[in-house]
């Protein structure tokens, strides 16, 4: 389903941004532009962007009813 579930430790579950694509059913592209906005919880390690599951949750709580342009 996701890429492997990548998890860094047993409490700590991150996505990349062809994982964070096929969860919110948005385009490839979207997906990095997405990760790459300020407004969005990501972090980048070298040119690999990640979010946390929990970071992602949160974000998608606090843009609920709102709309997001990236």
């Known amino acids: 389903m996701y890429n492997d579930d990548i998890s860094y430790s047993d409490d700590i579950k991150v996505y990349t941004a062809k994982d964070l694509a096929e969860i919110l059913k948005i385009g490839r592209?979207?997906?990095?532009?997405?990760?790459?906005?300020?407004?969005?919880?990501?972090?980048?390690?070298?040119?690999?962007?990640?979010?946390?599951?929990k970071a992602l949750n949160e974000w998608l709580s606090n843009y609920e009813h709102k709309r997001?342009?990236?």
């Not at 997405?34 to 390690?45: D, E, N, Q, R, V």
Request: aromatic fraction near 14%.
């Open 68 to 70: 997001y342009i990236i």
């Open 29 to 53: 592209d979207r997906a990095y532009a997405l990760m790459k906005s300020k407004a969005f919880p990501s972090i980048c390690i070298g040119k690999r962007y990640i979010v946390t599951e």
